[in-house]
């Protein structure tokens, strides 16, 4: 039970339909006043009884073409979007995954305050690790054939990981360049318009070192060999 994913789906095909059906609804009145207008005419009716006629064979059929146009909507959206649906379900998924085990988990074991917090982060992060590598196994993003929110939150943490994570937050099991899969996924990201020009492994890496409780010293390291550096230049 996904609260919003009901909630976008019932904003596509049932608030948005809203201008649609007053659209329709409207022409479908105009239609009816004016072809009652003209045959009532020729059997010599008044304007007020044509358009009383037309008030009231609207209010009859009306609410039946609404509803049968309303279905109409809703089912050529729902067979429409069927597939963008569960791509959107999929998606959620692995973003609760992600966050859980990976965002969230390399913070979790770096600001860690007792031994079995950081090992139990630690054996999150490469659980997902090894499940995300094993997922791009024969893909190239992690959700259908496009890039996708899913895509843009491993990366931001992939992109970090060798530089901060792995040293800083004892996050050393493997490294992501120890990964094919994953360094190919972020080597694919970097060469999407506009993205490599977000991402300063130098600014990373001083931000991160800065942190007093974790790097007292304050010294940053000026490894490591990065595989995608030749990307950011």
């Known amino acids: 039970f996904r609260l919003r994913s009901i909630v976008h789906h019932l904003d596509r095909v049932g608030v948005q339909?809203?201008?649609?059906?007053?659209?329709?609804?409207?022409?479908?009145?105009?239609?009816?006043?004016?072809?009652?207008?003209?045959?009532?005419?020729?059997?010599?009716?008044?304007?007020y009884v044509v358009d009383l006629v037309a008030v009231l064979t609207l209010r009859e059929i009306g609410v039946l073409l609404v509803t049968?146009?309303?279905?109409?909507?809703?089912?050529s959206a729902y067979t429409a979007e069927l597939g963008s649906m569960k791509m959107r379900e999929e998606i959620d998924a692995l973003n609760e995954r992600m966050y859980g085990g990976l965002n969230n988990g390399v913070y979790r074991a770096g600001f860690a305050t007792t031994q079995q917090a950081y090992e139990e982060a630690f054996r999150?992060?490469?659980?997902?690790?090894?499940?995300?590598?094993?997922?791009?196994?024969g893909r190239t993003f992690l959700v259908g054939e496009q890039?996708?929110?899913?895509?843009?939150?491993?990366?931001?943490?992939?992109?970090?990981?060798?530089?901060?994570?792995?040293?800083?937050?004892?996050?050393?099991?493997?490294r992501v360049a120890d990964y094919p899969r994953l360094s190919r996924h972020i080597e694919t990201m970097l060469k999407v318009p506009g993205v490599a020009g977000t991402v300063s492994i130098d600014h990373i890496k001083r931000g991160y070192y800065s942190i007093k409780t974790l790097n007292p010293g304050?010294?940053?390291?000026?490894?490591?060999?990065?595989?995608?550096?030749?990307?950011?230049?």
């Not at 999150?124 to 196994?137: K, N, S, V």
Request: charged share 20%.
């Open 17 to 47: 339909a809203v201008p649609i059906m007053a659209m329709m609804t409207f022409l479908v009145g105009a239609i009816i006043a004016q072809q009652g207008f003209f045959h009532f005419r020729r059997f010599g009716a008044e304007d």
């Open 68 to 75: 049968i146009m309303a279905a109409g909507r809703s089912g």
């Open 124 to 137: 999150d992060i490469f659980a997902t690790l090894d499940a995300l590598e094993a997922r791009l196994d």
């Open 147 to 174: 890039l996708t929110e899913a895509d843009i939150r491993l990366f931001v943490t992939l992109v970090r990981f060798d530089a901060a994570y792995h040293g800083l937050f004892k996050c050393n099991w493997r």
């Open 218 to 233: 304050g010294l940053v390291p000026l490894g490591p060999a990065l595989p995608f550096a030749g990307l950011l230049e």
